[in-house]
């Protein structure tokens, strides 16, 4: 059937608005393939447990405007020698970031990752593993990666612990300082850092491959309380994926952030002021609360932290190992 032109134009309207006033989707970032042959990590999510934005936050941009919104915090990791490809933290976007990682990867017969390492019981860290289980894709057993109370805590739980029951999922053991040998070129050593317990223990990462070695610590209380000092830390990595949940206090209206358990990122750059551009640059700050305000990228904080010469972790990029 031929349309009339004001027929055409009325439907050219239609799917312009459809188009405009779309709801928000997080998902929407780059697949370009990575043609690298070095093993790899692409930072599949910046965000604090909640997402960027938050429910209820019904005033934040983020709604009507895909690109101020953003997935929770994950990094994936790809070995392109082998096709392996690992996730960290099993998150609520966790549908969105394994298709990106295996879009960037290069798409495989294989649904599910190789393993998927977790960091602790907080709900932005572990619940995206819903979608291996047998109301969503039915996995079989996938590896996790989980330290003694984060494995404890998924077996005697539920619904996780039908997860374990049904085999979607294969809990592999992790201790503090024991490496885990991924394969030849590969191999990832959980840190032990405090933070709140509810549940389980706190864990980052070093991923180490041929050429560099990666920090990974979206959580932790702060830089006094570890035992490892931050900047004997950095010494050991080429770059750092750091917890900045919250840009400073005041940044949440009305209430006083001073024994909020995460370092803010104006007290790790003040940490870390003295040490050399070389440490600095080292530094991408990560896990960011919706209220942060280093997620606009025209603010004065953003400027400021950049201009100090540290650096923002954004969805999308990648590092080589």
């Avoid at 960037?104 to 599910?112: I, K, L, N, S, V």
């Avoid at 790790?268 to 070389?278: G, N």
Wanted: with cysteine; net charge negative.
């Amino acid at each position: 059937m031929r349309l009339s032109s004001f027929s055409f134009l009325f439907v050219l309207f239609v799917a312009f608005l459809a188009t405009s006033c779309k709801a928000p989707d997080a998902s929407e970032h780059p697949v370009t393939p990575v043609t690298t042959t070095s093993p790899y990590i692409v930072v599949l999510g910046v965000g604090q447990d909640g997402g960027v934005p938050q429910t209820g936050n019904h005033a934040h941009p983020g709604w009507k405007n895909p690109e101020r919104a953003e997935r929770v915090v994950s990094l994936g990791l790809v070995d392109p020698g082998s096709g392996e490809r690992w996730l960290f933290e099993a998150t609520p976007d966790l549908r969105s970031q394994w298709f990106t990682l295996d879009s960037r990867a290069g798409h495989r017969e294989q649904r599910t990752p190789d393993g998927v390492f977790l960091t602790h019981a907080h709900i932005g860290h572990y619940t995206g593993l819903m979608f291996f289980g047998h109301e969503s894709l039915g996995a079989q057993d996938v590896a996790v990666y989980a330290m003694p109370l984060m494995a404890r805590f998924l077996t005697d739980n539920g619904p996780w612990s039908q997860l374990v029951t049904y085999g979607n999922i294969a809990l592999q053991p992790m201790a503090a300082d024991s490496t885990v040998h991924l394969n030849s070129r590969l191999s990832v050593t959980p840190l032990e850092v405090p933070h709140r317990q509810e549940f389980s223990e706190t864990v980052g990462f070093i991923i180490e491959g041929p050429s560099k070695r990666i920090l990974f610590i979206p959580d932790i209380d702060s830089w006094e309380k570890w035992s490892t000092p931050l900047s004997e830390i950095l010494a050991t990595v080429d770059v750092a994926y750091i917890d900045a949940t919250f840009y400073a206090n005041g940044e949440i209206p009305g209430r006083d952030m001073s024994g909020f358990p995460h370092p803010f990122i104006s007290h790790t750059m003040d940490v870390l002021a003295a040490e050399a551009d070389s440490t600095r640059a080292k530094i991408r700050f990560i896990h960011m609360n919706h209220t942060n305000p280093v997620l606009v990228r025209d603010s004065a904080e953003r400027k400021a932290v950049l201009a100090a010469g540290f650096g923002i972790a954004e969805d999308g990029e990648f590092e080589e190992l």
